[in-house]
């Protein structure tokens, strides 16, 4: 009997042992770094003719399989990112806000047409639905942080709120020339990512903003 009482004991443990195995092997566990290339070019014709010549600075953020984990991951579900930006003497400082995730389309609507032109409008709708998105494995999405403008010497955070200012330019997240500390969090439903960044702004040209992880 006594036998019989042990090995039912250690098939049960046994049983608990693999299946929190199994259950760890499937927790989403998100990796945020930045890419390979910082900044993005890109050029948005305009009505006068002429051309904005801007640079989109990402960060990716990815659901890797745990180490020694023999399943696994499952998506990480309505992942939010927060922003935060602080200059290195601490005089600057823009409290948290959301991030835009890339994969969702721009909160904008084509409205009318004028003059050949498609007359775009804000979608308040688009700005809500894009502040959350679903991690898969193996899975690299794009979060945006900053935007740089040709020509200019300021740089600007940015994220889906910034398409209700001309040239996405945000004046409450204006940052000058300098270097700033960029902390991205992104929540789920078991956990928190977080990456601390540098952002060096050393020029008016839209490759003149650095995105280095620290």
């Known amino acids: 009997m006594a036998g019989l009482a042990l090995a ?15 259950e760890y092997g499937a927790r989403p566990a998100l990796h945020i770094a930045p890419p390979s290339q910082w900044g993005v070019r890109r050029q948005y014709p305009q009505p006068d003719g002429g051309f904005v010549q801007a640079a989109f600075y990402h960060v990716l953020v990815s659901n890797h399989r ?7 991951p499952r998506p990480a579900w309505s992942c939010h990112a927060e ?23 721009e909160p904008v609507a084509p409205a009318a047409v004028a003059d050949g032109r498609s ?7 688009k700005i809500l639905a894009g502040r959350t998105i679903d991690v898969h494995r193996h899975q690299s ?33 204006r940052l000058p020339r300098g270097s700033y500390g960029l902390r991205v969090t992104v929540s789920y439903e078991i956990g928190v990512a ?10 008016p040209g839209r490759d003149d903003l650095q995105l280095v992880p620290l």
């Open 83 to 105: 922003l935060q930006v602080e200059s290195d003497d601490g005089a600057l400082r823009i409290p948290p806000i959301d991030g835009r995730w890339t994969a969702h389309p």
């Open 8 to 22: 039912f004991i250690l098939g049960a443990l046994a049983s608990l042992a693999a299946t929190w195995l199994v």
């Open 194 to 203: 977080v990456r601390e960044f540098r952002l060096v702004n050393h020029g």
């Open 66 to 72: 745990r180490r020694c984990a023999p399943l696994g």
């Open 141 to 173: 999405l794009e979060l945006c942080v900053a935007l740089k403008l040709d020509g200019e010497d300021e740089f600007y955070l940015f994220n889906n709120d910034s398409y209700r200012f001309p040239h996405w330019k945000n004046p409450a997240w």
């Open 119 to 125: 007359i775009l409008l804000l979608d308040p709708g």
